[in-house]
């Protein structure tokens, strides 16, 4: 059982649509994370949110949009995508801090995107 | 840019066979983890090694994170289906917020009856 949601599990979308991505962490965590995981290609880092701030983007689109409007809540609202957007994108979640436990990171199972 | 490079990227074995996992950077982490992921879902956390030179084990898998703190092995002793999946490294850098994690390239395993 995982402490991190994300629907939907699969989207179809077309490059002129507009759509998000929902992600919520019932783990009690305080940072939370978007990923792009693309065949042959090691997981990309997209953002990363600490404390609800956004602390990284890793040179993200800007056709990628995200927010997060609490500690347990975190979107990824997509617009004009392109064909090469398509690929697995993952949340994570994580307990910030100075702890080395806290770069554990719990994933949930992603969302499937296909843009055509 | 810190890179993990794992090896081997793809294994297929048999059932009941032994199989090391490499996983190296030029890089020292200040911890670095395991993960597997099963197709159509996220990675799932194995282990974390934080001290240079430790070994943990968890069953059949053993872990280790080298002396220098730069690269990790791991270990599968008697290879079962069940370990079917994709292994992926990541190291950690003491950023003091926020965990950044550097993901290693990943190694696809295969175990087959």
């Known amino acids: 059982e995982t402490g991190v949601t994300q629907t939907p599990r699969h989207l179809v979308m077309g490059m002129t649509n507009k759509k998000s991505l929902k992600c919520e962490q019932h783990?009690?965590?305080?940072?939370m994370y978007w990923y792009k995981q693309s065949a042959k290609k090691p997981l990309e880092l997209m953002f990363v949110?600490?404390?609800?701030?956004?602390?990284e983007n890793n040179s993200v689109p800007s056709r990628f949009s995200p927010e997060c409007p609490n500690s347990s809540h975190l979107f990824l609202h997509l617009h004009t995508l392109q064909p090469e957007d398509s690929a697995l994108y993952l949340c994570?979640?994580?307990?910030?801090?100075?702890?080395?436990?806290?770069?554990?990171?719990?994933f949930g199972p992603g969302t499937r995107l296909t843009v055509t | 840019t810190q890179l993990l490079e794992q090896s081997p990227q793809f294994l297929s074995i048999q059932e009941g066979e032994n199989l090391t996992v490499y996983c190296n950077s030029s890089?020292?982490?200040?911890?670095l983890q395991w993960y597997r992921q099963e197709p159509g879902e996220g990675p799932v956390l194995l282990v974390t090694?934080?001290?240079?030179?430790e070994v943990k084990k968890l069953k059949r898998l053993t872990f280790q994170f080298g002396d220098a703190r730069k690269d990790s092995s791991l270990h599968i002793t008697a290879a079962q289906p069940g370990d079917t999946g994709l292994y992926l490294c990541?190291?950690?850098?003491?950023?003091?917020?926020?965990?950044?994690?550097?993901f290693g390239t990943g190694t696809r395993l295969q175990v087959t009856l």
């Open positions: 994570a979640s994580s307990q910030a801090g100075w702890l080395r436990r806290s770069y554990e990171q719990y």
């Open positions: 783990l009690g965590h305080n940072a």
């Open positions: 949110y600490n404390f609800k701030e956004q602390t």
């Open positions: 890089s020292v982490f200040s911890s």
């Open positions: 090694v934080v001290t240079g030179g």
């Open positions: 990541a190291g950690a850098l003491n950023t003091g917020t926020a965990s950044k994690l550097t």
